[in-house]
C-alpha cells in the first residue's frame, strides 16, 4: 500500500520509529537454509537496469545526464588498466583497490546499459586481476580497506556473472571473498560508518556468494545497530546504547545456514576466522564508553542526528547513510524489506542533515552549533528518497531540494558547472569522498526518479 506521509509522519505516525524485537525476528526468520537468492539482486536488478537502459534511449532526465557523466567517467574508458597488489595497506594501494572496483561496478552498468562486450571483458579483467593477486590486508584500516571494497566489487560480480556468460572468474573472487574478506569481516566490532560499511560488504558478499550466513550477519548487525545510530526523539532524552554485538548470531547457527556454501574449497570463512589475528576495531570503545561520550557530549540529541554529525562531520555521517540505506536496497530486491523498521528515523536523518547541507542555521542545542562538513558532500540520496518518497509516500521537501540543487550537479569527482550560486560552506563539494563515493557515483542513474509515481 502506497503512503502519503505528512511531515508528522517523519516522527513516527505511520511507521514505529524502531525495528522492535519483534519485527527483528520476524525479519531474521526469513533467512533460512532455504532461502532462494536473486541474481542480478544487489543494489539493481536487471528488470530495473533495462527500465533506466529504456529512459536514456528516450533521452529523458535524469538519466540522459547521469548516463553521459557514467561515460566520461575515467573509470569508465577502455585504457583503464588494474593496479593489484598482495597486501593492501593505507595510501596508493587502499585508493587503488577502491578505484579499480569503482571500475569494475561503471564497466559492469555500461555492459549491461550500452550492450557493448569490450565493457563487460574490460570489467571480468579488473576484478580477475584482484582476485588472482590479493592475498592480505594490514594498517589502520585493516578490515575497513576490505568492507569498502567488497561492495562494490561484488555489484561488479553480481551484474556480470548474471548477464556474461563468458566471464569465468566468478568461483574464484567467491573463494577471495570467503578465504580474506568474510573471516576479517565476521564479528567486526565497529563504531558509526565503518560499521555500517561491514554491514554492506557482508550482505553484498552474501548475495553473490549465495552465502546465507553472511547475508544473515550483516543484516542482524544492520537491524541491532540503526536504532542506535540515526536519533529520534521518541527514543527518550538520550540515544540509545549501541549494543548490536551482544545479539551476534554465534559460528554455530551460521554454520547450520551453510557458511561458506559451495565457495569454500576448503575451510569456510567462519572456520577461518577462529585463527584470524585480529589487527584491532573499535570494540573497547563500543564495550566501555556510555552513549553520552560515544556521541561526543552533544549537550541535546536532535532528531535525525546521528553520533558522528556533531561528533565527528557529515561528510563521515553521509557514509554511514550510504552503506546503511545499500544494505536495505540489497535486502529488498532479496525480498526482505528493511526499510520499513527504519523508514523514519531515515527520514529524519535525510531532512535534517539536507536541510544543513543547504545551508540553514544549525541548532545550537546541540554540539554548540557547529556541526563540520567534513571533505564535502558525498552525492548520495537518491536510493533512498526513491523508496522512501516515491515508493513509500514520505514528503522530503528538503532532501528533494538538495538532490536537485546539488546531487545532479555532481560529477564523480567534481561539482559539474553551472552551479547554482551562492555555495554554501555546509556543502565544500570540491569532491567526493573516495570510501563512499563507489557506490554513490552513480545513484541517479540507477535510482534517481526510478519508482516515479
Known amino acids: 500500500m502506497r503512503l502519503r506521509a505528512a511531515g508528522l509522519c517523519l516522527l513516527g505516525v505511520i511507521y514505529s520509529v524502531s525495528a522492535s524485537a519483534g519485527d527483528s525476528s520476524r525479519i531474521l526468520a526469513q533467512i533460512t537454509p532455504t532461502l532462494h537468492f536473486h541474481h542480478p539482486g544487489g543494489l539493481s536488478t536487471l528488470a530495473e537496469l533495462e527500465r533506466v ?21 575515467p573509470y569508465a574508458q577502455r585504457t583503464y588498466m588494474a593496479r593489484p597488489v598482495a597486501l593492501v595497506s593505507k595510501g596508493m594501494s587502499e585508493a587503488n583497490e577502491i578505484r579499480d572496483a569503482v571500475a569494475a561496478y561503471t564497466q559492469a552498468l555500461l555492459w549491461v546499459l550500452t550492450g557493448e562486450e569490450w565493457h563487460a571483458e574490460k570489467a571480468g579483467q579488473l576484478i580477475d586481476a584482484w582476485s588472482g593477486t590479493l592475498t592480505g590486508f594490514e594498517g589502520l584500516n585493516w578490515y575497513l580497506d576490505p568492507a569498502w571494497t567488497a561492495a562494490p566489487l561484488a555489484e561488479a560480480a553480481e551484474i556480470l556473472h548474471a548477464t556474461y556468460p563468458k566471464w569465468q572468474g566468478a568461483p574464484r573472487l567467491a573463494q577471495l571473498f570467503n578465504d580474506l574478506f568474510l ?7 565497529a563504531f558509526g560508518n565503518r560499521e555500517f560499511a561491514v554491514c554492506n ?11 546465507r550466513a ?10 541491532s545497530y540503526v536504532p542506535s545510530y540515526f536519533y529520534v526523539k521518541e527514543d527518550g532524552p538520550t540515544a540509545r546504547p549501541a549494543s548490536y554485538w ?29 585463527t584470524w589475528k585480529s589487527q584491532g ?19 541535546a540529541y536532535l532528531p535525525g542526528y546521528t553520533p558522528e554529525t556533531g561528533g565527528r562531520d557529515l561528510g563521515h555521517t553521509e557514509n554511514a547513510f550510504v552503506s546503511a540505506v545499500n544494505v536495505a536496497e540489497i535486502a529488498w530486491h532479496q525480498g526482505i524489506d528493511l526499510y520499513s523498521v527504519a523508514a523514519v528515523r531515515l527520514a529524519a536523518f535525510m531532512e535534517t542533515t539536507a536541510a544543513i547541507r543547504l545551508g540553514e542555521p544549525v541548532s545550537p542545542s546541540a554540539y554548540g552549533g557547529k556541526v563540520d562538513p567534513g571533505n564535502g558532500l558525498t552525492a548520495t540520496y537518491e ?11 514520505f514528503e522530503l521537501p528538503k532532501t528533494r531540494e538538495l538532490i536537485e540543487r546539488v546531487v545532479r550537479q555532481m560529477g564523480p569527482v567534481r561539482v559539474e558547472r553551472p552551479f547554482p550560486p551562492p555555495l554554501p560552506d555546509s556543502l565544500r563539494a570540491v569532491r567526493l569522498w573516495e570510501q563512499a563515493g563507489w557506490i554513490a557515483n552513480w545513484e541517479t542513474l540507477t535510482h534517481g526518479e526510478l519508482d516515479r509515481p
Open 214 to 223: 553472511a547475508f544473515y550477519e550483516g543484516i542482524n548487525h544492520w537491524l
Open 281 to 299: 576495531d573499535d570494540h573497547t570503545a563500543l564495550a566501555r564508553d556510555s552513549v553520552d561520550e560515544l556521541w561526543k557530549h552533544p549537550g
Open 383 to 393: 536510493v533512498a528518497y526513491n523508496h522512501l518518497h516515491n515508493i513509500s509516500g
Open 201 to 211: 560488504a557482508l550482505v553484498a558478499i552474501g548475495v553473490f556468494n549465495e552465502d
Open 53 to 73: 537502459r529504456a529512459h536514456i534511449a528516450a533521452g529523458e532526465e535524469p538519466w540522459a545526464s547521469s548516463f553521459r557523466k557514467l561515460q566520461a567517467s
Open 246 to 274: 551482544l545479539t551476534s548470531p554465534a559460528d554455530e547457527f551460521l554454520a547450520r545456514l551453510d557458511a561458506g556454501g559451495s565457495a569454500a574449497q576448503g575451510p569456510t570463512w567462519i572456520e577461518l576466522a577462529r
Open 183 to 189: 573471516p576479517i569481516l565476521h564479528n567486526r566490532m
